[in-house]
Structures are given as structure tokens and as C-alpha cells.
DNA sequence: TCATGTTTAGTCCAGG
DNA sequence: CCTGGACTAAACATGA
């Protein structure tokens, strides 16, 4: 019996939705974060079905990232521009599939209104808060330094239309509490392809990334914060289950303690 | 200009 | 039959 391949659903369509197939490819980048091009990616290098009608199925793609709040849309990072936003999982919806089966989802993700307000609020902010900082990169001269107006105590709180109902910074985003570490093996399985051109990242679970970039301090310090507080709430609290490429398909893997 | 993102609307199908 | 989820199509807006 030929060994199966990873690529043995050959130009049938495998039973994965559309958001399975976009989890998946989340789930197998270091950041759990992707752009939208990164996710075409994966999805036509492991299913060559999906290198025919790319049209059809990458609007639907796009409909689903939209339309399903179980998808977050985060800003880029001021030091890593780009055409469009990464793409990741809202926390609450990492058990949206039944016992971490792909093939079955428990029921649609939706957010209540104010979950989603204030994410949106969050959002909103960092994209704000991106834009000052690229501006303000752009105008300055390399040597003329940061002003104390851009501390990051103020930058954090510059949210377009400040509303007292909302939290006063992520703490509305971040689930309660820290959870306890867990082996995390889900890169190996998926066996990624080593990508030569985006820089290396930082991980997830450090506290404090590190930027590549040697910029002088409160923009970088205060943008390294408020991302390293919205992604480590939105990709670290809640570890999804583990799934492998087993047998030509993803199946869900058991943790063994 | 084109890729990306949003929104609306329609069909199909499975399950209650 | 009704409802919800998945899928498709299309129009439109936005930004690099």
C-alpha cells in the first residue's frame, strides 16, 4: 500500500470547511497570526484542490474571516509594514470545533455586543496608535529623538473616541488569569515549511518581544507593550487543541498529561 | 491598479 | 417545515 502523502486528497475537496482550513493555517505559524496571503499559502500548498478557481474560494475565505467573529483582524506592527492585517483566533473560540475535531464545529462563534465592542475598541487603538507611530517616524529626523508627549502612559490611552464604559486599557481584552504552561508541539506536526522571507518572530510566549529594529524608545516601547498585551490575551490564554497531519489529515491529538 | 476587507443576498443541506 | 451553518456571488470601500 503506497505510503499516504500529505497531499493524498489530490484535487478532491477535503472535508474541511472553510474556517477549518483558516484555523488550520493559523495554527501552524509560530505567531498563530497570519496575513491573508500567508493563508492562501498554506491552504493551496497542502490541497491542490484549491489551486484551481482560487477566485471563488478565496472570496469565500474572506467572507468567513469577515462575517465570523472567531476571527481577528491585528493591525501589523508598526516595524513590520505591509499590505494588510494579520489574521488570527479569538481565545474564546479555540474550542469552537468538537473534542479539537476539525471536521466538526459545536456551534457558530459569536461575541456578545460588549466582548466585541471593546475588542473592537482595542483594535481600534492599536491601529491608531500604529498610524501616529509611523507618522511620526516619517517626519522626524533620525537623530532628533522622541518627545515626552509620546510616553507610552499616553500613547496607550489615545483611543479614538474615548468612552468611560470601556476598560481603561487590554485588561477588557485578556481573559482573568495566566494558564498554566502546556507542551506545545503543534509546528512540528504540521511539518511548516521554513520561510526565508518574514524575519523571525517573537514568540508568543515571551512577555517582552523583542523588535529587530534598534529604534529609539517610547513609540517602540510603548507599541512592543501594547502588542505583546493584545496578542499574548488573544493567542496565549487559551492554548488551542492539538491537532497533526496523521494518515494525510489533520486529527486531533491527545495531550498525554 | 490590485489585493484586501466588508456587507448583503441567495442557495443548499442537515438536523430538530 | 424551520433554522442554522456552509458556501457562493457580487458590489463596494479602502489602502499599499
Not at 481603561?168 to 526565508?196: H, K, M, S, Y
Amino acid at each position: 500500500m503506497p505510503r499516504p502523502t500529505r497531499e493524498s486528497y489530490g484535487d478532491q475537496k477535503p472535508p474541511f470547511s472553510y474556517i477549518a482550513l483558516t484555523a488550520m493555517a493559523i495554527w501552524s505559524s509560530p505567531e498563530r497570526m497570519l496575513p491573508l496571503s500567508e493563508i492562501y499559502r498554506f491552504i493551496t500548498d497542502r490541497f491542490p484542490y484549491y489551486r484551481r478557481n482560487t477566485q471563488r474560494w478565496q472570496n469565500s475565505l474572506r467572507h468567513n474571516l469577515s462575517f465570523n467573529d472567531c476571527f481577528v483582524k491585528v493591525p501589523r506592527r508598526p516595524d513590520r509594514p505591509g499590505k494588510g492585517a494579520y489574521w488570527t483566533l479569538h481565545p474564546q473560540a479555540f474550542d469552537m470545533f468538537e473534542n479539537g475535531s476539525l471536521l466538526r464545529r459545536r456551534k457558530r462563534f459569536k461575541l456578545h455586543k460588549g466582548d466585541k465592542d471593546s475588542l473592537n475598541a482595542e483594535l481600534a487603538a492599536l491601529a491608531t496608535f500604529n498610524r501616529a507611530f509611523l507618522a511620526r517616524q516619517a517626519s522626524s529626523t533620525p537623530s532628533s529623538g522622541m518627545t515626552s508627549m509620546y510616553a507610552p502612559q499616553v500613547a496607550l490611552c489615545s483611543r479614538p473616541s474615548p468612552d468611560p464604559m470601556d476598560g481603561p486599557d487590554t485588561a477588557a481584552l485578556l481573559p482573568a488569569g495566566p494558564r498554566p504552561r502546556r507542551a506545545f508541539t503543534i509546528d512540528a506536526l504540521l511539518e511548516p515549511e521554513p520561510r526565508q522571507t518574514s524575519p523571525s518572530p517573537p514568540s508568543p510566549q515571551q512577555p517582552q518581544p523583542h523588535y529587530p529594529m534598534p529604534l529609539p524608545a517610547p513609540y517602540l516601547l510603548a507599541a512592543q507593550r501594547y502588542h505583546a498585551e493584545l496578542l499574548a490575551g488573544l493567542q496565549q490564554s487559551c492554548l488551542p487543541p492539538l491537532w497533526t497531519w496523521r494518515d494525510s489529515q489533520f486529527s486531533h491529538y491527545t495531550l498525554n498529561s
